[in-house]
């Protein structure tokens, strides 16, 4: 069995609960139970049973000394995953002394010396500073669902657009992108994921906005992929959505919520498949006037993923299981 363990809050964000859940997916396919420990927060822990695997709500603080009674009471756990960024070191030196091996993703704390594996597939400017056993860095590790190959198809024209700023947008950044594109009179469809709580800003854009001009999801949509599907540019923020928007030939433009966001934007923009509008505080609203060269985004964001990524972190760790790493 695999304990992941993960950080899923307004603040945080749900692209490491989104990513977990497609690497239990791809360890089930392997014959492995994953069992989910998480801080308190309600949608993540719903979600994570509604897709089937044992979760329970934990403290993350460092000084809280629990991982080592929950590993006495579940001995058949083999690999410990975090997902959270920067780990401590006395959490993963807790973990290490029960003889079970350690997995991270994207971590820069103390703790990744720690760690047997360090998956970090967003690292694009300092990958040699990584910490860990073993770093698997680059792209081809990117932890997409496999089932958007099927979505693949080629974009000539920007005709419908998309904003998705993920599942809270912590800082407000939808609102003044609506603000953007009512100036100019771009229509766009909204999707205000399910911890999104600055309703008064979309609300006062939507007044003065013409009827139609916005389609607003508020409570999320069912399936992310499929409403990329029917678009064709999407304004996104810089974690895991413009890669599966890329994925599936979907041009983005991005704008980083976060600060280590953006040297991802910037990534992005060199692979091209996505045009960078910088930081949220400043962000560069040209960009949304800008004539974009959407064929060629489309196909460059296509080439760039492979959708191979989870199956091969996923071999990764069973290996570790097997002694091979």
């Keep these: 069995m695999f304990a992941i363990c993960i950080e899923s809050s307004h603040a945080r964000g749900l692209g490491h609960l989104y ?8 360890l089930r396919q392997r014959g492995w139970l994953s069992h989910f420990l998480v801080n308190d927060h309600t949608h993540a822990v719903n979600l994570i049973r509604d897709r089937g695997h044992e979760v329970e709500v934990v403290d993350l603080d460092d000084n809280a000394h629990w991982e080592g009674a929950w590993l006495l009471a579940h001995p058949e756990v083999r690999v410990w995953v975090n997902d959270r960024l920067d780990t401590g070191a006395l959490h993963t030196q807790r973990v290490r002394s029960h003889g079970v091996r350690l997995a991270t993703f994207d971590d820069r704390g103390p703790g990744a010396a720690f760690a047997d594996l360090n998956i970090a597939a967003l690292a694009f400017d300092d990958a040699a500073s990584l910490l860990g056993g073993r770093v698997l860095s680059g792209v081809e590790y990117l932890m997409l669902d496999p089932g958007l190959a099927t979505r693949r198809r080629l974009r000539n024209a920007a005709d419908a657009w998309l904003v998705t700023l993920g599942g809270s947008d912590t800082w407000g950044v939808t609102p003044r992108i609506m603000e953007a594109l009512l100036s100019q009179r771009q229509g766009a469809s909204i999707v205000l994921g399910p911890s999104f709580q600055h309703w008064a800003e979309v609300d006062a854009v939507l007044a003065r906005a013409p009827a139609g001009l916005f389609t607003v999801h508020r409570r999320g949509v069912s399936s992310l992929a499929d409403e990329m599907a029917r678009h064709d540019l999407a304004i996104t923020g810089g974690g895991m959505t413009p ?34 509008a910088g930081f949220h505080r400043t962000m560069d609203t ?3 006037h800008r004539r974009l060269p959407i064929a060629r985004m489309s196909e460059a964001g296509m080439n760039m993923i492979d959708l191979q990524g989870r199956d091969r972190v996923a071999d990764a760790l069973v290996a570790l299981i097997k002694g091979e790493v």
Excluded: D, H, M, Q
């Design 243 to 276: 890669f599966e928007a890329n994925a599936s030939g979907l041009p983005c433009i991005v704008v980083a919520n976060e600060l280590f966001e953006v040297s991802v934007g910037r990534a992005l923009e060199r692979f091209g498949g996505c045009v960078f």
């Design 286 to 288: 040209s960009v949304f």
């Design 19 to 26: 990513r977990s859940l497609t690497l239990a997916e791809g």
